[in-house]
């Protein structure tokens, strides 16, 4: 048998113009095609997940050993701590970047199980978007990030990242206060930088993360278990 070379294939011609037709129809089977594509975007959501749990695993396991070495012995400077909030910055924008990349596949996952499997398994509540063909088929075609990095930052901070910057914070004033014999502005100081500085500085990093946090927005991302209900 002759095989057509792509380069020959018109698009416009009728023979042609329904490809893929029957790909999404009601008979389709478990071994059809859209049943392999639900499985590989499965499949790539799992990795990009696992990814996610990585970057939180080193960042627990940072935390940890600063917190151990600067409570070992009293001659540890108490900036070590100041150290390990910036580390865990670090790790909370690798975070969030990979959370962007993540919410691409998780999106996708979404789209066929609220428009295929959920409208398959019960027809008469329809079809809760009634373009996810059209949608799903333009980001096939040129993938786009839904969120932005602010919104990413948000939701690790709300998952993990702000009770690990809580831990760390109260470590560090514990270390100001509790284990200092001159009051706690000066205990608080960095070299030539006064301790009111300092003190100033981390206070106000600490409320704008809490602010990213919390503040009133519209969510993009697909899938979190925001609402209160799901959470009972």
């Given amino acids: 048998m002759t095989r057509v070379s792509n380069k020959d294939v018109d698009a416009g011609d009728s023979t042609h113009r329904e490809v893929g037709e029957g790909l999404l129809e009601e008979d389709?089977?478990?071994?059809?095609?859209?049943?392999?594509?639900?499985?590989?975007?499965?499949?790539?959501?799992?990795?990009?997940?696992?990814?996610l749990d990585r970057t939180t695993n080193w960042a627990v396991?940072?935390?940890?050993?600063?917190?151990?070495?600067?409570?070992?012995?009293?001659?540890?400077?108490?900036?070590?701590?100041?150290?390990?909030?910036?580390?865990?910055a670090v790790f909370l924008f690798i975070e969030a970047r990979r959370y962007r990349g993540y919410d691409i596949?998780?999106?996708?996952?979404?789209?066929?199980?609220?428009n295929v499997f959920a409208y398959g398994l019960d027809p008469a509540a329809g079809v809760a978007d009634?373009?996810?063909?059209?949608?799903?088929?333009?980001?096939?075609?040129?993938?786009?990030i839904k969120i932005s990095t602010e919104e990413a930052i948000a939701h690790r901070l709300r998952r993990v990242y702000?009770?690990?910057?809580?831990?760390?914070?109260?470590?560090w004033?514990?270390?100001?206060?509790?284990?200092?014999?001159?009051?706690?502005?000066?205990s608080a100081a960095i070299g030539m930088l006064p301790g009111v500085v300092v003190?100033?500085?981390?206070?106000?990093?600490?409320?704008?993360?809490?602010?990213?946090a919390v503040r009133p927005r519209?969510?993009?991302?697909?899938?979190?278990?925001r609402s209160e209900d799901l959470r009972q």
């Fill in 105 to 114: 596949w998780r999106s996708r996952v979404r789209t066929l199980q609220a």
């Fill in 218 to 225: 519209t969510w993009h991302a697909k899938g979190e278990l």
């Fill in 130 to 144: 009634p373009d996810w063909r059209k949608s799903l088929s333009a980001d096939y075609r040129q993938p786009t």
């Fill in 28 to 51: 389709m089977g478990p071994s059809s095609a859209m049943a392999h594509l639900y499985r590989g975007e499965i499949h790539r959501m799992k990795f990009w997940r696992e990814r």
């Fill in 61 to 88: 396991l940072v935390i940890s050993a600063i917190l151990t070495w600067a409570f070992s012995r009293p001659d540890i400077p108490h900036y070590i701590l100041l150290i390990g909030t910036a580390t865990l």
């Fill in 199 to 212: 003190i100033g500085t981390v206070g106000l990093l600490y409320a704008a993360a809490i602010v990213v």
């Fill in 173 to 186: 004033l514990i270390r100001i206060t509790v284990f200092s014999s001159g009051s706690w502005t000066d």
């Fill in 162 to 171: 702000l009770p690990l910057f809580t831990v760390l914070l109260t470590a």
